[in-house]
């Protein structure tokens, strides 16, 4: 038996949290570079903004509405995911990080699981203030089913509990099969051509079909819908077989110097990354481009990729060659709005092959990297940081309405007065 436990919301509850008076308010959350929504609050669903909208043609939307914007706060959503995630693991030893906001527990043995799930419910949102929905079957696919019902239907007040497909269908009528997990845009035209519309159209194909035409990821999803369990829980999250770090600029840079200022961070974030995985990388890609969007200005993009002399875990090397490259690919005269690297041919640590006239000492660079790492990890991010990276942040993200770190910087902890 599996719960799916999905934040309602979650960037937008994240910002609620230490802001009381927003209690039923509208808010909504930007994309980098406050381009886009990428969150809404359900009362900012209910007055029709839409998920990915270009903030600047709804400002004055929003203003009329007295709806409250938010620029990204990642460092916040990610903390309070954890808090999240912590208060799950009390409830079940086996539990699986499905993404920042959601969560699979295996509850098999637990018996009333419907008063279990309310105790889970009440738990979360009083130790973190964070409202969750609880979708419960004995499938990860019925289970994820379950959550998007319990959504759905105000009638289960956060939380479903989903025996079998039937079950659904009698409360809730037809579900449209792209609504299942696993099965997405691609496979649901598919489906569509065939006549399958329904989760329950999908149940009624044969099964050799739906493994020929889906491959065995089909086919798990099609038995799962069944009742039969064929997609285990994952308690450790698999290593990454690449790795890339890009962001847009705040504003268009010119000069080489700024832009590899932007790429080095970059390099230095991904490299993190990478070292958490106990992972070393082989080769890397590099690439720069103009903004797209500004057709009427000169374009142009381009990319290189660079195969490392011997694998490493070192941003020390990794960011002398990638501004190698950027200095291959850049050209004057051209406003450039996004860079990044990319990490591949990845393989552990324990099996990095050293070379005997190495460059560089490896001993050497592990060290310092490990020294780096558990001083930023204790303090901040980029307390410790190559020269490579600069000072100016001259590429930094437009956040014009970014909240405060409130659980993460000491500045920023909220005080409480004493009436």
Wanted: include cysteine.
């Amino acid at each position: 038996m599996f719960a799916l436990v999905d934040c309602n919301s979650f960037y937008a509850s994240c910002e609620k949290v230490f802001r009381p008076d927003l209690t039923q308010k509208p808010v909504v959350v930007l994309s980098n570079n406050d381009g886009c929504i990428i969150a809404r609050s359900q009362e900012a669903k209910s007055l029709g903004v839409k998920m990915g909208e270009p903030y600047f043609k709804r400002k004055n939307f929003f203003t009329k509405n007295n709806i409250s914007v938010f620029s990204a706060n990642f460092t916040l959503y990610g903390d309070l995911s954890n808090r999240v995630m912590q208060v799950l693991s009390d409830f079940s030893p086996d539990i699986e990080i499905y993404s920042i906001d959601e969560a699979f527990l295996d509850l098999s043995g637990f018996e009333n699981l419907a008063d279990y799930a309310k105790q889970i419910k009440i738990s979360v949102e009083k130790r973190t203030h964070i409202p969750i929905s609880i979708g419960l079957g004995p499938t990860k696919t019925l289970a994820k089913l379950a959550n998007y019902l319990a959504k759905k239907s105000k009638v289960y007040h956060g939380s479903y509990f989903l025996e079998d497909i039937q079950q659904a269908v009698k409360n809730h009528g037809s579900i449209l099969v792209n609504e299942v997990w696993g099965i997405g845009n691609r496979y649901a035209k598919k489906l569509n051509r065939r006549g399958v519309y329904t989760v329950e159209d999908f149940m009624k194909l044969p099964e050799k079909w739906v493994y020929k035409e889906m491959t065995v990821v089909g086919l798990r999803t099609y038995r799962e819908l069944h009742g039969k369990p064929c997609i285990p829980l994952e308690g450790n999250v698999p290593d990454k077989k690449a790795i890339m770090t890009s962001r847009s600029f705040g504003k268009p840079l010119e000069k080489l110097s700024d832009i590899e200022d932007a790429l080095c961070t970059f390099g230095a974030n991904a490299m993190a990354k990478l070292r958490k995985q106990n992972s070393c990388t082989s080769m890397i890609s590099v690439f720069l481009e103009t903004n797209i969007f500004k057709v009427y200005t000169p374009q142009y993009r381009n990319s290189i990729t660079i195969k490392l002399p011997m694998p490493t875990d070192s941003t020390l090397i990794v960011n002398k060659y990638a501004s190698y490259a950027l200095k291959k690919i850049y050209k004057e005269g051209f406003f450039y709005k996004k860079t990044g690297i990319l990490l591949t041919d990845l393989t552990p640590k324990s099996k990095q092959q050293l070379e005997l006239f190495a460059a560089f000492d490896t001993a050497k660079h592990s060290r310092i990297m490990e020294a780096c790492d558990r001083l930023n990890g204790k303090y901040h991010k980029s307390l410790v940081k190559t020269a490579l990276e600069g000072t100016k942040k001259e590429f930094s993200m437009r956040q014009e309405s970014k909240s405060k770190a409130f659980t993460t910087q000491w500045a920023d902890i909220p005080v409480v007065k004493a009436v």
